[in-house]
């Protein structure tokens, strides 16, 4: 399999001298095209800024984020929001929705955002298995939980991006939803052939990927 | 209640941006609040010590009564301070120069004591007392106290000139009226009034106060005092009525506090939508802070306690601060005014102090008010939270739509949403902006639309000079002077028009012929022949009698009278027919003509056409006008070239556009100013919505956009965004704005010329 996603000695550190916090030290991983990996980490353990590091959401303070062999820290700003906007789908915890715009808005918006015509079709297919038909056209104050946040990986999952990216993404939903979500993320990452970076802390859900990368006070301390 | 405060402070001290914000709305809200409220006090106040010095403290003046008229007025209690004035002669000179005889009481009354400069009133027969003006009108320059000086003067139209000599026994300042109409009298004794005008031909005017006895309100004073008139057998119509004054003395200003409520609510009503705006903001973000203060056992009281006491912590900063530049900026501007209109005007007001605790209480608790009303609402919205629905509140989470049909994508489609989604608000913000724009649309066209160029053109109707006879129609005493026979050797002639002509650099001449009208009775009359131009732009202008139109008043020859507005008064109908002679001087015509209408007001008492005048076989050398009109480079030297022309004629006005201009543009600059002023406060409310509204546009919503970012937004993107729905509120506001601004300053304009306040 192809290598991804690597780091190489990825540090991220705030303020200076007694004051320095060491969010991320020298963190050295690879992701294989395809893989479903699980970062696992006690709350302030550095995980949640790794992961905006890989995303490009975040510069790190030194080190290397490769995407494919290509350093994405080495882009332009606007080339870097673009790169994300191709390459990397995000779901956050607080599900992060465009208040003012419908679900099928919401999904479509990074492809809207690239100026690319959408591929309606596959669209279409990632809501049904989403199992969200219903609901293309509410607003998202009118969703529950768990179906916000199946609008959120439907649009992860719409711009055929390289790599997903997920921040708890049940963090904010109850034990049956989780389960649920996590088995619709884990089967459409898979029926669409796409890598999958998830941060936990929930050791049961981690148990569902392929390989788990636990994070001790910035360090990733097994892979 | 020590927590409830220091929560409140706390807040206050941690969502900085909204306090600072919020301190500088509630500034500049009781600085524009004090600086109405003082204002109007000082208006107020500076009119009630002016009006005495401005106007004159006669309440009314009987014009035309006699010795024994006054005798009996002086029998009656209810005037008081009777004084008596009196036309003694006209001076004959260039300008308008005449000899007036004041009383004491009659000089008390009409400030003529504050004139005196130097020396003291006349006394005896051959004592004289005038401006320096007035003198160098009659040939004296430099002219001081016990100076001689020899002038020419006849009691009316039927007298001889003589020539006197008189010794200067005081100078007087120059009046308004004076300067303005260029027109100067001069004071002389009693006894030479006695002199100079026969006993049975003396008629004074007689300046009087009312009694404090009569009962009188602004309103009703002219009609008590004609009444009062009448009963001492004086005519209605020959009592002249010192409004102003009566209108200082008796009352307390209404006029001027109204005009100052309306602009104080104006004021009140956008700055509490400010800060309204601010606050309501800075609830949303912390709207869930306040539903964890709830869930821990807050009341729905306290909460409002909070909100309210964040709010006036605030005031207590911004409010005096506020009053305290406020008074200095209206103690400021005010002198400034003053002495603005006292540098133009010749009557001098004085300066009245500002400094009074009733303006800036009212103004401290119109603030205090503004900020109450502003808190109202999220105070309400604070009390009312539920914890868990804090816990998850978006703003929109009452929106009504809770399914939208479309398939909006990009950046375009991110546009449109947002703007649909905060409709109301959004509507809200642009009427407001839209307001406070037509307000300043308004006022703005209503300085453009003070037209002194028009004003001027209504002295001057074409051109840079105009050059017109000045001719009388009765003087017995020097029949020279009478237009008749003017015209037999008329000034301005073929001969001067070509002289002109050849003038360099004059680039347009234009004449209108004047003749004489001899009614049935033999009394005479003028009229004007109007070219095609003259006559349509006289039918646009003026108020007009009859269907008048120039081709048919040419072919029947018909009468247009020239004072429509005494049309039936003096006994005229349309349609009539009137046995008339006309006259250029040497020949007199007897003809029938029609009256066929009236137009508002023209120099002349009737008007004909052009072809209606050849009719007449009169010379063709009857003129009455000449306007000339050059380039501005030219104006000096041809004006030099003109007066030049007419030097030693005696029977010509000359008068220049431009300076007519100017002394119209002196006179609307007090109201320039003060709109200026105005439009200075509604733009900095203006701007203070807008800053606000989009300040906290982006504050509230940068969760939003750091997600947008998050999926792929460039910031190129994100700033084509928020730069459209900039340009979405810019348009709005100033289609709304123009679509409601321009015609309402239109109406206004109209409205204000109609009630002659412009």
Redesign the interface.
Known sequence: MDTILKTENLCKYYGSGQNEVKAVQNVNLQVENGEFVAIVGKSGSGKSTLLHMLGGLDNPTSGKVLVKNRDIFKLKEDELAIFRRRKIGFIFQAFNLVSSLNVWENIMLPIGLDGRKPDEEYVWDIIQTLDMQDRVYNMPNTLSGGQQQRTAIARALAAKPDIILADEPTGNLDSKISEEVMALLKMSAQKYGQTLVMITHDEDIAQMADRIIVIEDGRVVKQ | MKVITNIALKNNRKNRTRSILVIISILLTTILLTVISCFAYGMIKSQKVNAEAIYGSWYGALNGVTEDDISEINKRGEFKNIGRAAYAAEVMSDGNLSLYFFDETARSLTNTDDRLKRGRFPESANEIAASEEFFAVAGYDNVQTGDTVILSSRADLNSKYEEEEFVVCGILAETDTEVNTDTYSALISEEYLKNKVSEENQSYIAYFQVSDSVEMTTDSAEEVIKELAVKCGIPEDRVSINNYYILWQLDPGIETISTCAIIAIMVIVFSAVVIYNIFQIGLVQKIREYGKLKAIGTTGRQLRKIVFREGMSLAAVGIPLGALLGYFIAEGTYTWLIDQSNSINVAQYETVSLLNILPISVAILLSVLTVWLALKKPMRIAAGISPVEAMRY????K?K???????????A??IR??L???RKRNVATILTMGVSCVLFIVIANFIGNIDNEYDARKEVEHGQFEISLDYRLRDTAYPENNLENILLDNPINEDVIEKIKAIDGVTEVKTRKIFLVYDENGNKQTCAVFDREDFDNELTQSKILGDLDYDIAGENGGFIYGWANFFDENGYSLGDTMKIAVSDGTQNVDISVPVIGAVGSIDQDWLITEEAYNKLGLSSETYGYIWVDCAEKDRERISGEISELFLDEEHIDITEYSEVLETSRLSTRMVRLASYAFLIIIGVIGFMNMANTMITSVITRRQ?YG???????????LNIMLQAEGMVFTVGTVLSASVIGIPLGYVLFKYGKANGFM
């Open positions: 978006q703003e929109d989470i929106g739509h809770s399914v939208r049909k479309r398939k909006n994508t990009g950046v489609g991110l949403a947002g649909a989604q905060n939003e997600m947008l970012q998050a999926v792929g937004m460039t910031k190129r993107q």
